[in-house]
């Protein structure tokens, strides 16, 4: 048997400590489709980009290289890519969610 869980699904069991049931579902293997989770925003012109880059290099750790791991996220714009460190919010139900951090410490705040 092989449980999986999307970030929807990691975001609704990261309220574990407060609920007392949750919902969930078993699937074999065979049925599960695992997408990656990227995200494009389109239109964006170099300005724009800039701005959303000086925004980043102040809050957050940038780095010009490095391996891709849990925390971090990979920025591209016009063959150019740059990797982020996303802030750790152990204190907040949904630290341990990538796809949140990411939404609301770059994409809602510098774009």
């Not at 494009?40 to 290289?65: G, P, W």
């Not at 996220?73 to 990411?102: A, C, H, P």
Request: overall charge positive; glycine content about 4%; hydrophobic content about 40%.
């Amino acid at each position: 048997m092989y449980v999986a869980d999307g970030h929807h699904r990691l975001y609704t069991s990261s309220m574990l400590k407060n609920k007392n049931t949750v919902f969930s579902c078993f699937l074999s293997f065979s049925q599960v489709k695992i997408s990656p989770i990227h995200r494009v925003i389109k239109n964006i012109d170099a300005t724009s980009f800039e701005k959303a880059r000086i925004f980043m290099d102040s809050f957050l750790e940038v780095f010009d290289e490095g391996e891709l791991k849990k925390g971090f996220v990979r920025i591209s714009y016009q063959g150019d890519s740059f990797l982020v460190k996303l802030k750790d919010t152990e204190k907040d139900l949904f630290w341990n969610n990538d796809v949140f951090r990411m939404n609301t410490q770059i994409i809602s705040t510098a774009f």
